[in-house]
C-alpha cells in the first residue's frame, strides 16, 4: 500500500463495514496462525498469536457494538476501499514460518497492525464526512495503543536465531 | 422464516489445517469461503471434491460436503458426482501434481467435457506432501530436489495453454497474494456456467521460498482480458510470463449434462428379450 | 464308461457354422438360434473370431435342447461350412466324430483332412451355385436352409428366425433370404434330429450374458454407469446406455479406467447406485479405486467380463483367470465382495444381488463374468423378477453428533447424502476416526478395520451363495462360467446311477467357509475345476483350510472351453 493511494470513505455505515471485516479478518488471520503454529508444535508462539486474535476480537467486538442499529450496506469482498491485495492486517503470510521465533512474530504483528492503522489514518484524512473522521481518528487511537504495546512486548524479547529443527518436516501421505 | 446470512467464517470446517504456517493455501480457503459467502450458497449443497497433496486437504476445512479421493483422480469423482447429482453445486480442488500429472488425463477431458464445477489449482511448482519433488510446472532448471539434482531438463507445463487447446470455456489465474483479487475470480469461476479453470499461484514456505519473489512478478492481465476469442487468448497465453492475475478466456459452450429423462419400466425394457 | 456324456444325454443338438470373416457364419448361427426359439427349445450360441474386424477365421457354434443349455457339447452334429479358408486356425475348437455330419460345397473345395479324420459323414449342397441364381442371393442362407431341413425346424421358424435376426434391414433384405433359405431347404436331404420341438414358448428370452448382466445391474436399481470401452464388455455398456437414459440415470463414457471407477464413486457417494464394466486390463487400472471405495464405504459394483490373461492376452476368448485380482488385487487389508454368475441366465440374478449388497453393506462388489457368457447368445426360460430386501441404509434427518462411520451394531454406519443439512462429512481415503477425521491412531485404525471386515463375515448371505446340485461322496467344486458344464457332467452320472455332487460357488468372498466344509465333509474325493492355469480357486480354497489333503485340480486355461469329457477323464483319475 503506497502513501498515495486515497481512500475515501462517504459514510458511518459504509466505514463501519470496512472496519469490520478489518477486524473480523484480522483475529481470523491471527487465530489461523496461532492453530498451525500449534500443529506445528510452536506453541509459545502460537499462545503469542492467539493473544492477538484475542485482541482484534474485542476491537471486532467494539465496531459491532457501534453499527448495531444501523443499516449496512454489503460490499462485494473484492470491493472494499483499501488499496492492498488483502485487509490490510490480515497479510504477510508468507513470512512466517514454523520455526519462527517469538520476535519475528512481533514482527509480522507489527506490520500488520501498522498497516491497520494507517488505513484508518487515510480515512481520517480523506473522508468527507466529519462523523467518519471522528470514528477514524478513534480507532487510530487504538490501533497506535496497539502498536505501542506490540513494541513494548518486542523489546522485552531477545533476538533468537532460527534454531536447527531437529526432526525434520515429515509428510503424511 | 429467513435463514441469517452466512458469514465467510462459517464455511469453514474448524479443522486445523497441517498446512506449513505461510503457505499459501491459507489465503486460498479464505477467499473460497468468502466466495461462497457472498454466493449465498447453502452448505449442504456443495459438495468440494479433492485429490491427494497439501492442497488437496481443502475439503476436510470447510463445512460442506467434501470428498477426499485418490491422486489425480479428484477430477473423475467430482465429474460422476455431478452427472448424478447436477443439483449440486460442485468444487475440484488440487495442486499441480495431482492436476498436471498424474491427473493430466482426467484434467485435457474435464476441460473438453465442460461439466458444471469449478477446478481450482493451486499451483506452488513442486511436490510439497512427499518432500519436494519437480512438478510439471517446476522450471526445467530448478535444481533444489535430490531426485532430479540437475533439474528436470523438461520445459515445465503451462496449465492455461493446455486448457485452452483441450477446450475449457473459462481460464483464470489468481495469486494467493492477492485474495481479494482471488475471491472475485473464485465468485466467477462457481458462477461460470461450464467447467471452469482456475490457476492459483500458492506459494510454497518449505520447499519453495523463492516463490516468496512472486510478490514482485505477478501483475495484472491486459485490461483487454477477458477475451472470448481462443485465438487471441492462446497468443495471449503464450507471450506472457505466466504471471498475469485475472481472467484469460471466457466463453459459453454447451455444458454436458446426463438428460434424465423418466418414462420407462423395467420390465417394460425386458420385453425386448422376448421372442 | 463312455466318456462322451453329451452324446450319452443325447437331449441336445450342437451345430457349428464355419467360414472366413465376412461370409456370414456368425448371422447364420444367430438365425439357427432363433430358429430352434422359436421351435420352443432352450439354446445357446457362441462365437469364435480372429481380432480383426473381419478377414479372418469366424465360426459360431449353436446348441439347442428342450432343456436349459449351460454350455457346449463334446462334439458337434453338424458342420456347415460356408468356405473352408483359414479354417485350420481353429480345428481345435471343432471337434467332430464318425456321428457328426458335415455340410459342404463341392465349389469350396474339399473338406480340409483335419475335419474329416474322425469320419464323419460328408454332405454336398452346392451353396454358391444356388445362391447365384438369385438377385441378391447369399450362399450362407442356402446353407442356413439346409442346416434347417437338417435340425427338423419349420420353414415358418426359421421365417420368424430371419426377420428376428434381420428385420431391421428391411422388407426386401428379409424375402431374399428367406428365398434363399428355401431353396437350401428344399434340397434333397433329410432331418437327423432326434429332438421334439417342445413348441415356441411365450417365456423364453433370447439374450447375452452383457444384456443379462444389464439387466441385473438395472433390476438392482443401477441407474449410473461410467466406463471404458473394452472386448469383451463393451456390449454391456451399449444396452445399458439407452435403458439408463429411460430410467432417469445416464451413462458417461469415460476417458480410462481410472476415470471410470473414480466416477462411479463420486455418483455414488451422490447416493446413486452406480457401476462400471471392464475386463482384466481395465480391472488392474481400477484397483487403486476400489480401496478408496472400500475405506470410504462408498458401495460400487464393478462387471469384469473375463478374457484370457495376463496383461492383453487373449482379448476375444474367455478365460477365468481374473480370480486372483479380484481377491488379492487391492493392497492393505481390503475385504470385499467377489461374486461370479453360473450361467448367461444367472448373470441377471448374480448382479442384481451383488449391486444390492453392494449397496447394502457400503461396499465394492466385484462381479467375475467372463467371455463366453458375456458373448454368447442364449435362449433361457425368462429369469424371474426377484425383490431382495437389501437397500443403502441412508440417515435422511441426522441428529446433533453425526458420525459417517459410527461403529453400529451390524457395523454398517447409516450414510447422508449431499443435500442433507447437519450430516454433512468429507469422505476420505485416509483412514478415518468415527467422525470420518483422518486419523493414524491405532485404535482408530483397529476399529475401523474390524468394521469393514465384520459388516461382511457377519452378514448372513443365505442359500444363494453357491448352487448345490446332487450327494456322494464324489465332489466337484466349481465357480462361474464352468459350472454350466460341470453340471451336464453330474447330469449324465447321476443318470447312470454314478452319485456325486456339485458345488458351484456364485459368492467367493467372503468365502461361506463353514457352509462350504460342512458340505465337503463326508466327501472322500474332491475336484477343483476350473477355466485357468495355476488353479486359482483350487489354491484360495486350500489357502482357507476347506479342502481335504487329497483334493484335485483341473485347471485348463482359455481359450479353450472345457468339454464334459475332459472333466468324466479327470474324475476317473485321467488327464
Known sequence: MSKDDIVRIESVEEFLVHAMELEEASYEHYDELADTMEVHNNLQVAELFRKLANYSRLHAEEVHQRAANLDLPKITPWDFKWKCPSTPEAFCMDEADYMMSSAKAMEIALFNEIRGRDFYQQVADNSPSE???????????????HVEMLREWQASMQDEQPQEDLDPPNMPE | MTVPALKAKDYKSGIKA??????GHFAVLSALTKAMAHLGLVKEQVAVVSGIGCSSRLPAYIDTYGFHGIHGRAL??????????????????????DGFSIGGNHFLHACRRNMNMAYIVMDNEVYGMTKGQASPTTLPDWSNSKMTPHGTGIPSFNPAAIALAAGAGFIARGYSGEPSELTRLLVEAIEHPGFAFLQVLSGCVTYRPDQKQWKEEVHSADSDLPTDDPVKAAQMIQAGDGKATGIIYAKRFPVWQPENRTDAEINEIEKEFLL | MSDRPSEAISKSYSVAITGSGGSGAVTTGRILLEAAAQCGFQGLMTRSAGPQIRGGESAAMVRFSPDPVECMGDEYDLLVGLDWRNVERFADELPLSDKSLILSDPAAGEVPAVLRSNGAEILEVQFKKFASGLPGGRLNMVALGAATRICGFTLEAMEAGIRAVLGGKGE???????????????HDHRPRITLNAPGKSDDHWSITGNQACGVG?????????????ITPASEMLEWMAPKLEKLGGSLLQAEDELASINMIIGASFGGVPSLTATSGPGLSLMVEGLGLALVSETPVTVVNVMRGGPSTGIPTKSEQSD????????????????????SIRDCVFTTQWAVQLAEHLQTVAIVLSDQSLGQSQAIIEAPPARELPLARKVESEPGGDYQRYAITSDNVSPMTLPGTAAGMYTADGLEHNPHGTPSSMAVDHRSQLTKRLQKLEDFDFGDDWAEVQGEGRRCIVTWGSTAGVVNEVATWLQAQGSAIRIISLRLLAPLQRDRLMDLLSDSDKVLVVEQNHDGQ???????????????????????????????????????
Open chain 2, 76 to 97: 473423475a469423482a467430482a465429474s460422476g458426482l455431478k452427472a448424478a447429482r447436477p443439483d449440486l453445486t460442485v468444487i475440484v480442488a488440487g495442486g499441480d501434481g
Open chain 3, 172 to 186: 426386401e433384405v428379409v424375402e431374399t433370404a428367406i428365398q434363399a433359405v428355401r431353396l437350401g431347404f428344399n
Open chain 2, 18 to 23: 497441517v498446512w506449513c504456517p505461510g503457505c
Open chain 3, 537 to 575: 480357486l483350487f489354491h484360495y480354497l486350500h489357502s482357507q483350510g476347506v479342502l481335504p489333503a487329497n483334493a484335485e485340480s483341473l485347471a485348463q486355461p482359455g481359450p479353450l472351453p472345457l468339454r464334459p469329457g475332459r472333466i468324466i477323464r479327470a474324475l476317473s483319475g485321467g488327464n
Open chain 3, 323 to 342: 480370480l486372483n485380482i479380484a481377491l488379492y488385487g487391492l493392497h492393505g487389508d481390503a475385504p470385499h465382495l467377489v461374486f461370479a454368475p453360473l
Open chain 1, 131 to 145: 462523523a467518519v473522521k471522528k470514528l477514524a481518528l478513534e480507532m487510530v487511537e487504538e490501533e497506535n495503543w
Open chain 3, 217 to 229: 445391474a438395472l433390476r438392482g436399481g443401477t441407474r449410473f454407469v461410467a466406463a471404458y470401452p
